[in-house]
């Protein structure tokens, strides 16, 4: 120490290098210590138990993922052919329709066609009767 009560360079360089040799025996013991292997070894064994149990809750996530891609897939494919069974009942029925107008055309144009011809049979048959 010098004068002014303070500690010299020398002496603080010292005393950390002592303190590190210290810390390094401390860490050397704690190391070599049969019962910090121990607890290492327990410690080592519940973090791959953990590992363990979260790669299983992840598969299981997964799997479950997986399993409602599928039902939404299904559901989706089902409801796609819904829709397409509605457009065909709805496309025959248009259809229908269309083929009953189109037979009411037809009755009405042979209706409308006899209703000529018998008022020209009855004009003819007036012609022949008058004479």
Do not use: C, W
């Amino acid at each position: 120490m010098n004068s002014s009560g303070q500690p010299s360079l020398a002496d603080r360089q010292k005393a950390a290098a002592a303190a590190k040799r210290e810390a390094l025996e401390r860490y050397r013991a704690r190391v070599n210590d049969p019962a910090f292997a121990e607890r290492q070894a327990a410690r080592r064994a519940v973090a791959a138990a953990r590992e363990i149990r979260v790669a299983e809750r992840k598969a299981a996530e997964e799997a479950r993922r997986a399993r409602e891609a599928a039902e939404k897939a299904d559901q989706e494919a089902a409801e796609r052919a819904a829709r397409e069974a509605a457009r065909q009942a709805e496309l025959a029925a248009h259809q229908t329709a269309a083929e009953a107008r189109a037979a009411r055309e037809r009755a009405l144009e042979a209706e409308s066609l006899n209703t000529r011809k018998a008022r020209k049979a009855a004009r003819k048959a007036k012609k022949r009767n008058g004479r």
